[in-house]
């Protein structure tokens, strides 16, 4: 059964940093690309960023290219988001995604399988 736990989340001022993580169990971690998108009220799911399997490629939002670090420990099984410079608008929910299969991996949002509550992030002064 694939799980996902995703943490990390919290209040943040503009300018501040936030180190999200996602614990995945269930499935070969190592062989599937994963991401990071966010959801805020009123909002559709909106990408943020992926890592491809081995964690060579990584692919950004616009929005957060710079600012953003994606990353994964495949020994550990964890994903994790190093999010610097943050800004209101980076306000959401933030969950993270598993390829649908070994072969995919993109930035559309429906490509990934969500199975985690997500976590918080609330930057705000």
């Known amino acids: 059964q694939v799980q996902l736990v995703e943490s990390g989340g919290g209040l943040a001022q503009p300018g501040g940093s936030l180190r999200l993580s996602c614990a995945a169990s269930?499935?070969?971690?190592?062989?599937?690309?994963m991401s990071w998108v966010r959801q805020a009220p009123g909002n559709e799911r909106e990408f943020v960023a992926r890592?491809?399997?081995?964690?060579?490629?990584?692919y950004y939002a616009d929005s957060v290219k710079g600012r953003f670090t994606i990353s994964r420990d495949n020994a550990k099984n964890t994903l994790f988001l190093q999010m610097n410079s943050l800004k209101p608008e980076d306000t959401a929910l933030y969950y993270c995604?598993?390829?649908?299969?070994?072969?995919?991996?993109?930035?559309?949002?429906?490509?990934?399988?969500?199975w985690g509550q997500g976590t918080q992030v609330t930057v705000s002064s």
């Open positions: 995604g598993k390829a649908r299969s070994v072969t995919s991996g993109s930035n559309n949002v429906r490509e990934y399988t969500y």
């Open positions: 269930g499935f070969t971690f190592s062989m599937y690309a």
């Open positions: 890592i491809s399997s081995r964690g060579s490629l990584t």
